[in-house]
């Protein structure tokens, strides 16, 4: 009678430890149902993200570059203010950083509980330093606009990639893979090819000497834009530490109040302001096309800036100058459009290979995400097998367990 009650207490313990177990089961399948709901949410707004980003980059350089050949075909003389408008377009950015004051603020606050903020002291020497870079990089990129034709200096800016692919291996530990090294050869051909059209010929009136300066300025000004693309990275990387919009305007805003400053210093110590009037009653399309053209290209160049920034924080430094590359044969291409170029067999050619070239770039982006997203659900799965199977060992030794 003794031994019977024994197992009727035994087998009503194992009864209850069963549903317990089955009852975290499910909620923990619960739990991890929602995280991978949440995963795959956030894994498509980083493409919705990386869309706009992109949107930006391509049509705020495209248009840049022409409004900017368009400045000096029409009579456009100032280097130092072509250089201007590629900065001065910063303050259309400041309404969302007012309006976002408060909320920055208190998530701040909360931030210096779990992490140590960088000091004001650092972050002014990291605006400062790549604000006087992109100063200098923007006005030898505009030296070597005024003074080349569109193919040589199409070409040159292919070199950017290299430049900064060379530089992210070092500051960013960038890793070369197949794919990455394919889009990579494929974009660089795609500008090179620019260089063999024959109706591209050398500006009229200038100089061999020009010509000499704006090739020379313009292979420096590659150089130092993939170095300021690569320490761009390692800022956020090392010293910004957040991965937010409000970190992208801060690090524009501030840097190009910096560049900004440094230019405007350039144009009143060159005397070129000067001759800003007389240089806006001879522009051959009129003052307000004079005026409009300006404007439109700081907006531009601003909206370039944000998809280049955006794209070094989402994906990397490579991957953002991988796009602007892209985008350089898109220039000839709304030539034809906008200034009735003609667009020959090799321009074609040139666009065919860029888009294969970013493409190849994309898929390696999804080959990463892919493989991040299955090892997830991997520790998943692995989880709730564990969390299961000690019910059914339990079950058996509780069988088999001597009364």
Excluded at 139 to 145: N, R
Excluded at 207 to 232: D, H, N, P, R
Aim: aromatic share 10%.
């Amino acid at each position: 009678m003794g031994e019977a009650r024994g197992r009727e207490v035994q087998l009503h313990i194992m009864t209850s430890h069963e549903e317990d177990n089955e009852a975290n089961s499910t909620e923990q399948m619960h739990v991890s149902s929602q995280s991978t709901l949440i995963g795959q949410r956030g894994n498509y707004m980083r493409w919705v993200r990386l869309g706009i980003y992109a949107l930006f980059l391509l049509s705020g350089q495209s248009v840049g570059l022409l409004l900017g050949r368009l400045y000096y075909d029409k009579g456009g003389k100032s280097v130092w203010l072509g250089t201007l408008v590629q900065l001065v377009g910063f303050p259309l950015l400041l309404p969302y950083l007012i309006i976002s004051a408060p909320k920055r603020h208190s998530t701040s606050t909360d931030t210096l509980i779990h992490s140590k903020r960088p000091s004001v002291l650092i972050l002014s020497s990291v605006y400062v330093t790549l604000g006087l870079l992109v100063a200098a990089d923007c006005f030898l990129y505009s030296v070597g606009l005024m003074y080349l034709p569109v193919s040589t200096y199409s070409l040159i800016c292919s070199s950017q990639l290299a430049f900064n692919a060379f530089f992210s291996f070092f500051l960013n530990s960038q890793k070369f893979t197949p794919f990455i090294i394919n889009s990579l050869v494929l974009l660089t051909i795609s500008s090179v090819l620019l260089v063999l059209q024959t109706d591209s010929a050398d500006p009229s009136g200038v100089s061999k000497a020009k010509y000499v300066i704006g090739f020379t300025c313009t292979v420096g000004a590659s150089a130092g834009y993939g170095l300021v693309l690569s320490l761009t990275q390692l800022a956020f990387k090392k010293v910004v530490k957040r991965e937010t919009f409000s970190a992208i305007t801060d690090m524009i805003i501030y840097q190009s109040v910096i560049a900004t400053s440094a230019i405007v210093v350039g144009l009143f110590a060159s005397g070129e302001w000067k001759g800003l009037n007389r240089e806006m009653e001879e522009f051959k399309l009129g003052k307000v096309s004079y005026l409009m053209t300006l404007i439109w290209t700081a907006i531009s160049w601003q909206a370039f800036s944000v998809g280049c920034i955006g794209l070094i924080l989402e994906v990397s430094s490579l991957f953002s100058n991988a796009l602007s590359v892209l985008g350089l044969p898109i220039v000839p291409v709304m030539a034809v459009i906008f200034f009735h170029d003609k667009l020959g067999g090799i321009k074609v050619i040139s666009m065919v290979l860029a888009i294969w070239g970013f493409v190849s770039y994309l898929y390696q982006q999804y080959l990463d995400d892919y493989k991040s997203k299955p090892h997830e659900n991997r520790n998943d799965d692995h989880n709730e097998v564990s969390n299961a199977s000690p019910k059914r060992s339990e079950l058996v030794d509780g069988k088999d367990r001597p009364s």
